[in-house]
């Protein structure tokens, strides 16, 4: 498979957070690049097309927007 990433992806399993609307829901960051990353949450969720990552060990909010969905899991641009 060739890899068409702007930026090479590193794995990851760090405790993560989305905001939308006021709600915050937690998820984990499975992998990230400073272009994007991939996201596991726990139970089915109706995950908007944008929202703000939030990774509290950090320190950082980051705009960003769905590029694909799975299951439980979605991958995101950020903005």
């Given amino acids: 498979m060739v890899e068409t990433r702007i930026a090479p992806r590193v794995r990851v399993m760090k405790a993560a957070k989305i905001e939308y609307g006021g709600d915050k829901y937690v998820c984990t960051v499975r992998d990230i690049s400073t272009t994007g990353?991939?996201?596991?949450?726990p139970?089915?969720?109706?995950?908007?097309?944008?929202?703000?990552?939030i990774l509290p060990e950090d320190g950082l909010?980051?705009?960003c927007h769905v590029v694909w969905?799975?299951?439980y899991r979605v991958g995101v641009a950020f903005d």
């Avoid at 990353?37 to 949450?41: E, G, N, T, W």
């Fill in 69 to 71: 969905r799975r299951e």
């Fill in 43 to 53: 139970d089915l969720l109706r995950i908007p097309n944008e929202f703000t990552l």
């Fill in 61 to 63: 909010k980051l705009p």
């Fill in 37 to 41: 990353a991939a996201l596991d949450f």
